[in-house]
């Protein structure tokens, strides 16, 4: 079946660790976003990109970093420099342009500082 | 710029009840307007849209209308479902160059429903 897969579900950090999130998508979206939701908030836009080897920062981009060498896959590192990075990290991909631009949402990874 | 209004919650209501959750949206443009839904623990559903004004979107018994002159695109039910206790997010399309999605959120709404 076509969907986004990210992993881990669960992931803990220690104060001063980069960790990597892995978000791989096979629904063939040009489009890739990482969007962070805090516990009874909204969505907030942390990255995007519309194609390989190309993104821009989101709205909350300080503290991540991200990557899309391959169509596929758009990991997320949450760096040492991220003060408050405890949250859920929701990945997700779009259609090309006139195909209604719906955007579609992995099942989500948490993610605990200790 | 763009934003989303969402009524707080938790909204709580007894099986077979009807639902409305209002949104309400400011947008300089001609956005496209999308409820998701969250299960508990999960990522986000997307439970109906509307492209333009005067669109109904409707699924699994929800729907909701674009309403352009009142700004609006409120989700109802008719007869709501344990199965529908989740949050529900409304959401506005904004595009990027290139016509790529950025989708803003309203901070979302609990439901609650009891037998």
């Known amino acids: 079946d076509g969907g986004i897969t990210q992993s881990p579900k669960y992931l803990f950090r220690k104060e001063g660790q980069n960790v990597t999130l892995s978000c791989e998508q096979n629904l063939n979206h040009d489009a890739m976003y990482w969007y962070r939701q805090d516990p009874g908030q909204g969505l907030r836009l942390i990255y995007y990109?519309?194609?390989?080897?190309?993104?821009q920062k989101g709205d909350i981009a300080e503290g991540y970093s991200v990557s899309r060498e391959k169509k596929e896959s758009f990991p997320l590192t949450v760096t040492s420099a991220q003060k408050n990075p405890t949250a859920f990290y929701l990945c997700?991909?779009?259609?090309?342009?006139?195909?209604?631009?719906?955007?579609?949402f992995g099942e989500g990874s948490w993610l605990t500082v200790v | 710029g763009d934003s989303v209004t969402q009524m707080e919650g938790p909204v709580t209501l007894s099986e077979e009840a009807f639902l409305t959750i209002n949104c309400t949206y400011t947008a300089t443009g001609y956005p496209s307007l999308f409820w998701y839904v969250q299960y508990p623990g999960e990522g986000l559903q997307l439970l109906l849209k509307a492209t333009k004004a005067d669109d109904k979107g409707s699924n699994k018994g929800f729907e909701a209308t674009y309403r352009k002159e009142t700004t609006s695109f409120h989700l109802e039910k008719g007869s709501v479902q344990v199965s529908d206790s989740a949050v529900y997010f409304c959401?506005?399309?904004?595009?990027?160059?290139?016509?790529?999605?950025?989708?803003?959120f309203g901070a979302g709404t609990r439901l609650a429903v009891h037998p």
């Open positions: 990109s519309q194609i390989v080897n190309d993104f």
């Open positions: 997700a991909s779009s259609n090309p342009p006139g195909s209604g631009n719906t955007i579609y």
């Open positions: 959401a506005l399309s904004d595009l990027f160059s290139g016509g790529y999605n950025k989708l803003i």
